[in-house]
């Protein structure tokens, strides 16, 4: 009997066949048998302790997934060999953890766009690299709250100018930094819409260089 590997469990089928339950999966691919159109297209050809194996049945198990395994037709060209071993079950657990925990850092991002949106571009362009998340939709859920701000508070300046009325409780120099956050984020939202590129503002350019620089102090004091 093959060994098992992993956390997979291992029986005979039909055949001499063998059924290779995983707790997930592999991204192995089944038989596709032929058709009127197409020809038949062997499953993923695996090495499972030295011996060559088809994969020709995939079936969903709950969480996991059930592998059917034959041995190898010679008549097939093997065009990718996948390893079933210790070492390529640990390689897979890992990449799998990997995708866990940057599918769970990307949804933090996202949460804190309104935030994060906010920092210089090429911070954002690193987070989409890393971890597949819009830059452009990072600045433009962070830019389009204070777009609509500051359009009130256009409105209300304007009105205010007009009847001398104030409509929204804001001193004057409120009313003028919201102003101003219309412009910026109307900017920041055209690179984001127009361009598909990221941008921050700039009290978010000024925070990130207040930290990076406090974080070189810090580096330089442990390193004495």
Same mark, same amino acid.
């Given at each position: =009997?093959?060994?098992?590997? /992993?956390?997979?469990?291992v029986s005979?089928?039909?055949?001499? %066949?063998?059924?290779?339950e ?7 691919q ?7 159109t ?7 050809a695996? +090495? ?10 995939v079936?969903p198990r ?5 592998y ?11 065009r990718?060999?996948?390893r079933?071993? +210790?070492?390529s079950e ?6 799998? %953890?990997?995708a866990?925990?940057? =599918?769970g850092i990307?949804?933090r ?6 935030l994060g949106?906010h920092l210089?571009?090429?911070v ?7 971890y597949d ?7 433009a859920i962070? %830019? $389009? ?7 009130l508070?256009?409105?209300s300046?304007?009105?205010q100018?007009f009847t ?6 804001f001193?004057?120099?409120?009313? $003028?930094?919201? =102003?101003?956050l219309m412009?910026?984020s109307?900017?920041r939202?055209s690179?984001?819409w127009?361009?598909?590129r ?5 009290e /978010?350019?000024?925070i990130w260089?207040?930290?990076e620089?406090g974080r070189g102090?810090?580096?330089?004091d442990a390193?004495?």
């Open positions: =009997m093959p060994a098992e590997h /992993g956390r997979d469990r005979p089928g039909r055949d001499g %066949a063998w059924s290779v995983s707790p997930e999966s592999k991204g192995w089944a038989r596709r048998p032929a058709t009127r197409s020809a038949e297209h062997p499953g993923t695996i +090495d499972w302790d030295g011996e060559i194996y088809e994969v020709t049945k079936e709950g969480a996991g997934v059930r059917t395994l034959a041995r190898w037709d010679d008549r097939h060209t093997i990718r060999l996948e079933y071993d +210790d070492e640990a390689r897979r657990s890992g990449e799998r %953890a990997d866990a925990r940057r =599918m990307r949804r991002l996202l949460l804190l766009a309104p949106g210089p571009a090429s954002q362009e690193g987070w989409e690299r890393e998340v819009s830059a452009a939709r990072v600045t962070s %830019a $389009f709250p204070l777009f609509v701000y500051g359009i508070c256009t409105l300046l304007t009105i100018g001398g009325q104030a409509i929204l409780p001193s004057l120099k409120a009313l $003028f930094f919201g =102003m101003f412009v910026e109307g900017l939202l690179a984001a127009g361009e598909g990221p941008a921050g503002s700039l /978010g350019h000024l260089e207040l930290t620089r102090l810090v580096r330089r390193g004495r």
